[in-house]
């Protein structure tokens, strides 16, 4: 096939993603200056300056327009936390530098949307788990596993303090984003403690 004849394709593809894109843009904007609850599906075509069908070629509501964020958002995190992983030379470490690279992204990705809602609207939450989700947890999961290798967490049941690790983080995190100012080295300073206190507790229970 020549390759005249692919050309078409590829120019359809990104169209594609940038029709996606330009949605998921403008989803975030237009959450951030009314928050989730009160805006609409032709609120976000507005933004995009998009056909009403062609949205719909890519999602059927705004509930799965604010999931595909999430995902996004879920996979972009995962290398990073990969790299902390990796970076780290005790779990103490790890937990450390995990919990301010999230609030930091936190802080970041909502920029333009949680950070512009009032504080007392209560933030938007994603139900059930997507693979983006899971590939953070499994990288949590493998940095205890590899730390009780190295004779930390004794003990510890890690896929049990693998989801505890995450509760922690999204309901403090969920806190953060909460309150005015963001404050992401409280939220960190008090996330890694009860962290590592509660880590040290069930080490030291062990036998």
């Given at each position: 096939m020549s390759d005249t004849a692919l050309a078409p394709a590829g120019k359809r593809e990104i169209t594609k993603a940038q029709n996606r894109q330009a949605i998921l843009d403008a989803a975030r904007e237009?959450?951030?200056?009314?928050?989730?609850?009160?805006?609409?599906?032709?609120?976000?075509?507005?933004?995009?300056?998009l056909?009403?069908?062609?949205?719909?070629?890519?999602?059927?509501?705004?509930?799965?327009?604010?999931?595909?964020?999430?995902?996004?958002?879920?996979?972009?995190f995962s290398p990073v936390l990969k790299a902390q992983r990796e970076r780290a030379q005790t779990?103490?470490?790890?937990?450390?530098?995990?919990?301010?690279?999230?609030?930091?992204?936190?802080?970041?990705e909502h920029d333009n949307w949680l950070a512009r809602r009032?504080?007392?609207e209560a933030g938007l939450t994603l139900?059930?788990?997507?693979?983006?989700?899971?590939?953070?947890?499994?990288?949590?999961?493998?940095?205890i596993v590899d730390e009780a290798e190295?004779?930390?967490?004794?003990?510890?049941?890690?896929?049990?303090?693998?989801?505890?690790?995450?509760?922690?983080?999204?309901?403090?995190?969920?806190?953060?984003?909460?309150?005015?100012?963001?404050?992401t080295t409280a939220a960190t300073d008090f996330a890694v403690a009860l962290i590592l206190g509660g880590t040290a507790g069930l080490s030291g229970a062990a036998p």
């Open positions: 237009v959450f951030g200056d009314s928050g989730f609850e009160t805006v609409t599906v032709r609120d976000i075509i507005r933004r995009t300056g056909a009403s069908g062609t949205f719909y070629n890519y999602f059927r509501s705004k509930e799965e327009v604010a999931a595909a964020l999430f995902r996004d958002g879920a996979r972009r779990w103490e470490a790890f937990v450390r530098g995990a919990i301010s690279a999230y609030y930091s992204f936190l802080a970041s009032p504080a007392e139900m059930g788990e997507t693979p983006e989700m899971a590939a953070v947890y499994e990288e949590v999961r493998r940095s190295r004779g930390g967490a004794r003990g510890v049941d890690a896929d049990f303090l693998a989801a505890a690790c995450i509760g922690v983080a999204r309901e403090v995190g969920q806190k953060m984003l909460a309150r005015r100012p963001i404050d």
